[in-house]
């Protein structure tokens, strides 16, 4: 499997474009501005887009899911608890922001522990509430990868000071969930630099 990360957005959000050896693939987190640029490279490298996986709601890491939806007829998957900001996502943006976000209803809601399989891309799904009610982050097992949205940041953890975050249940997530996985398992997060398991554990002070 072969992992692209891009960076989009007014605040730096990662996204990761997972490619199977048939160029089958999914994009996880959907920030604003990556539509266009998603859909030249899987047009130009003809590569099948077969989902979108939210690790939560937030605009920076959804906004641009309804695009993906609509043009390209990609399913969105995200789970339940996180979905309310999507289908109002100006309501619940805390500030106003300077483009528009279209309401967006998922295709697809995960189950906590489900594998989900596309292609020969294989993803556990972990449920990893805490920075939001329905915080989910993404594990291939096989290559010891973990794509942990806002939980799991390299040196650091997401907010919990924002709507539905909740400081004691993030800190489970990581110490009790995410912590359990391999020390060698790589951590690709929503913002900042790759990283991985056992330096989280003896380095980021949570």
């Known amino acids: 499997m072969k992992i692209?990360?891009?960076?989009?957005?007014?605040?730096?959000?990662?996204?990761?474009l997972l490619i199977d050896d048939n160029k089958n693939a999914v994009l996880i987190d959907a920030p604003p501005y990556?539509?266009?640029p998603i859909n030249k490279i899987c047009n130009d490298e003809e590569i099948n887009l077969l989902a979108i996986l939210l690790t939560h709601s937030h605009w920076d890491h959804s906004a641009d899911?309804?695009?993906?939806?609509?043009?390209?007829?990609v399913p969105i998957y995200i789970n339940e608890l996180d979905e309310y900001r999507m289908l109002d996502p100006i309501g619940n943006a805390l500030w106003k922001l300077p483009f528009d976000i279209k309401?967006?209803?998922?295709?697809?809601?995960?189950?906590?522990n489900e594998v989900l399989k596309f292609g020969d891309i294989t993803l556990?799904?972990?449920?990893?509430?805490?920075h939001t009610q329905g915080g989910?982050?993404?594990?291939?097992?096989?290559?010891?990868?973990?794509?942990?949205?806002?939980t799991l940041f390299n040196l650091g953890i997401g907010r919990t000071d924002l709507p539905g975050g909740?400081?004691?249940?993030?800190?489970?997530?990581?110490?009790?969930?995410?912590?359990?996985?391999?020390?060698?398992?790589?951590?690709?997060?929503?913002?900042?630099?790759?990283?991985?398991?056992?330096?989280?554990?003896?380095?980021?002070?949570?």
């Open 4 to 16: 692209n990360s891009y960076n989009f957005g007014p605040i730096d959000t990662n996204s990761y």
């Open 34 to 36: 990556s539509f266009e």
């Open 65 to 73: 899911s309804i695009d993906f939806q609509s043009k390209m007829n």
């Open 103 to 112: 309401p967006c209803k998922a295709d697809k809601y995960f189950v906590d």
């Open 124 to 130: 556990k799904v972990i449920f990893t509430p805490g």
């Open 136 to 150: 989910t982050s993404l594990y291939d097992e096989k290559n010891k990868v973990l794509f942990s949205g806002d």
């Open 166 to 206: 909740d400081y004691p249940t993030l800190r489970h997530s990581i110490n009790e969930v995410l912590y359990k996985l391999p020390d060698s398992t790589v951590v690709y997060p929503g913002h900042g630099d790759a990283t991985n398991i056992g330096y989280e554990k003896h380095h980021n002070r949570i």
